[in-house]
């Protein structure tokens, strides 16, 4: 195996299939060992293959230069009924700095029909700055404007500025649409995503994770003189969408909130309800039940500090991640602020839903006029329509945002601030 960084990643992947998680644990650099112990990754390789079966097949590696001194290596998993990608960056000794799993990418992204590039022009910008920067794209309608303006969000995660997921990219359908329907977008790399190691950092929290970059997304697009600096929204996708109140409560200036599958719940109840559907998909997965069960009853208890190892917490977050969420309410947040928001929900989402999670924007922002909620019947947690019960397997196959979505944001933030919808 040596140093060679897809073959690293390549025995790694064959060492989790077949539950050698104490010799991956092994070749894991020391700051990731720190925070992602043999028993968080097996966990996760539970609940994550727990929707696409056995797996029958592992594919090729491929390579591409990551920061200074990593490669970002992607493996493919073929299982019975789906895929996924094994993504890890490897250093110049053969250790792994960063590892994550992925929707499987089997085919390219294109273009949605609703997307009118030609009328709009993209470039690339530095989001933030000093070692943490990450970089972004900002997409900017032709002409003088000045254009209403909205920084994206993406989902809980190390996801990059498009949401990448498999094949399709929903964070690039709304910019690509929005800029087409004369709204300026700032889209950017997560910093889980651009700087892997940051999440290993001592007292590493959801706000770290969000909100400077956020924040200064808001400021830079407010600068550009196309933008009208007065209507610069925030528009956030599941966790996204749940930390937005609390980017408008950082960065006063925010002219309104759009918030896209925007969870409520608790995220580890959340975790053990989504968990059990999938073993509900597939028996196998039980284990994964019984480990998540036990981790969010830590997040509970009155145990829980910052030196609760994150091994034994949901998705290998640190105790003061959990802290941080544990003692955020992102429905009292949104309802303090004194601003217009849209809140988008898909019928058919399963990982943040109507019953568990919208009945809470429901119940908390119903006294405020200036607050429209709308739920798309066909659609799943990014917001692709279809039919039937949603599963994992769905964001295998391409396919865009629904073009109702996109039309019904341009129309909300192009119109006036105490818009509301029909």
Request: net charge negative; hydrophobic share 45%; no cysteine.
């Amino acid at each position: 195996m040596g140093t060679d960084p897809a073959a690293v990643a390549a025995a790694i992947v064959e060492m989790a299939r077949n539950g050698r998680f104490a010799d991956v644990e092994e070749l894991f650099a020391p700051p990731l060992r720190a925070v992602v112990s043999a028993q968080t990754m097996q966990a996760d390789w539970e609940r994550q293959t727990a929707g696409i079966g056995a797996i029958s097949a592992i594919g090729t590696p491929t390579s591409e230069p990551a920061r200074a001194g990593l490669v970002r290596v992607s493996v493919p998993v073929t299982g019975e009924r789906g895929g996924l990608t094994v993504v890890m960056s490897v250093d110049e000794t053969g250790l792994v700095q960063g590892l994550r799993l992925a929707p499987a990418l089997t085919t390219q992204w294109t273009r949605p029909s609703y997307a009118r590039p030609e009328r709009f022009d993209e470039h690339e910008v530095t989001v933030g700055s000093g070692a943490s920067a990450v970089p972004g794209t900002m997409s900017v309608p032709r002409g003088p404007g000045p254009w209403p303006g909205v920084v994206l969000l993406g989902g809980g995660g190390p996801f990059d500025r498009d949401g990448t997921a498999g094949p399709n990219k929903p964070l690039k359908d709304l910019a690509w649409g929005l800029a087409g329907r004369g709204v300026a977008v700032l889209r950017f790399d997560k910093v889980t995503y651009a700087h892997s190691q940051i999440s290993a950092e001592p007292g590493f929290t959801m706000s770290d994770e969000y909100v400077p970059h956020a924040v200064a997304a808001i400021q830079l697009l407010q600068r550009h003189p196309a933008v009208d600096a007065a209507r610069v929204y925030v528009a956030g996708h599941s966790m996204g969408g749940k930390v937005a109140p609390r980017v408008a409560a950082a960065e006063p200036s925010v002219a309104g909130l759009v918030i896209l599958a925007g969870d409520t719940q608790p995220m580890h109840r959340a975790a053990v309800r989504v968990i059990r559907h999938l073993a509900s998909l597939d028996p196998g997965a039980q284990a994964a039940v019984e480990t998540i069960t036990r981790q969010a009853a830590l997040v509970d208890s009155p145990d829980l500090s910052p030196d609760t190892p994150a091994a034994e917490l949901p998705f290998g977050y640190s105790g003061a991640y959990w802290l941080d969420l544990r003692g955020y309410h992102p429905v009292a947040t949104a309802a303090a602020l004194d601003k217009p928001m849209l809140i988008l929900q898909g019928g058919r989402d399963y990982q943040v839903t109507v019953a568990d999670d919208l009945v809470g924007w429901q119940a908390g922002l119903a006294h405020r006029p200036d607050v429209t909620i709308r739920v798309y019947d066909a659609d799943d947690h990014l917001f692709f329509p279809g039919s039937g019960p949603s599963t994992p397997a769905d964001y295998e196959s391409p396919q865009h945002v629904d073009p109702a979505v996109v039309a019904d944001i341009a129309d909300w933030l192009a119109g006036p601030a105490h818009m509301v919808l029909p």
